[in-house]
């Protein structure tokens, strides 16, 4: 279970190395209404996963669990891989990242230039998972999990930390895009007490929302426009935790909402999004989550690796 101390601790550890990404206040009467944007979708690889990767390669470095030379191996052709090699060059050490066969050649292009070895195995995530975890307990190297991790939550968590200070007055509600919930399980951690965590999923891909149901984290079936960012297939056990602990609950939203945010937010500021990111915003915009007339609300904008031709 991850608590407060863990998220502070992270903020030392990682302090000088990463982003305090801004603040982006959209007016009232906007199309999202009274809200704050979390612009984190600008910091380093892209988006917030560089936060927890650089908290986990530190912590091993100063628990003196990581060889020099076998160094970190992490499974995701995605954020967490880019965030992993990021977070390892940053660290003077070697990573390793698998990824599916069918993982997208710029996705493999771009892990490498960022230094890392990219190894490719089977058709699908899960398979390069089970490849990543063997190969780490053989080489001796310490495996990266892309969310479900104290030190990934904890670094993804100081982002409610930059919350708490850089809002006057505080704020009411924090939504969150969950695939396999880090990102939520950090900054519920954060600002338990101060604010509540709405947790926010495409209906193609919710995870959170029937473990939720179901009393325990459970597979579902994953598709969608969100599916390359949110598509975990169950919600870590780290997050389900959190969710009960905190008291978040999920809402769904459509992907013709993903889809109609991450344009509206093109038009109307020129902020370009993966579609996951873009699932927060769809709450508002499309009606799942409605705040009270003075409810003051922050969206994580939590990411922006992706193709930016179909805006």
């Known amino acids: 279970m991850i608590t407060k101390v863990d998220v502070a601790d992270a903020a030392a550890r990682i302090a000088g190395r990463f982003r305090r990404t801004p603040l982006a206040s959209i007016e009232p009467g906007g199309l999202f209404g009274t809200t704050w944007l979390k612009c984190e979708y600008m910091q380093h690889t892209g988006s917030f996963k560089a936060r927890g990767a650089l908290n986990r390669v530190l912590a091993a470095q100063q628990a003196g669990e990581l060889d020099p030379v076998a160094g970190v191996v992490a499974a995701s052709g995605g954020n967490a891989g880019l965030a992993m090699a990021y977070a390892a060059r940053a660290c003077g050490v070697p990573a390793t990242v698998f990824v599916p066969a069918t993982a997208p050649a710029f996705k493999v292009d771009k892990l490498r230039g960022l230094g890392a070895r990219v190894e490719q195995h089977g058709t699908e995530y899960a398979m390069a998972y089970e490849a990543a975890v063997k190969h780490a307990a053989d080489a001796g190297a310490v ?141 508002l915009s499309g009606g799942a989550y409605r705040p009270a007339p003075d409810e003051r609300v922050v969206v994580i904008a939590c990411g922006a690796n992706t193709d930016p031709t179909d805006l």
Do not use: K
Not at 164 to 190: K, Q, Y
């Open 143 to 283: 495996y990266c999990h892309a969310y479900d991790q104290v030190e990934m939550a904890a670094g993804a968590g100081t982002i409610g930390l930059e919350l708490l200070a850089d809002i006057p007055g505080g704020f009411d509600t924090v939504l969150v895009a969950v695939g396999g919930g880090g990102l939520m399980a950090g900054i519920a951690t954060a600002v338990a007490g101060r604010a509540r965590v709405v947790a926010v999923e495409p209906e193609r891909a919710p995870s959170l929302h029937a473990a939720l149901a179901a009393g325990q984290p459970v597979d579902v079936a994953v598709s969608g426009v969100a599916a390359d960012s949110l598509g975990a297939r169950r919600v870590g056990d780290i997050a389900y935790a959190v969710a009960v602990r905190e008291g978040v609950h999920s809402v769904l939203v459509g992907d013709d909402d993903i889809v109609a945010a991450r344009r509206a937010l093109w038009a109307d500021r020129r902020i370009v999004l993966e579609h996951g990111a873009a699932a927060a915003l769809a709450a």
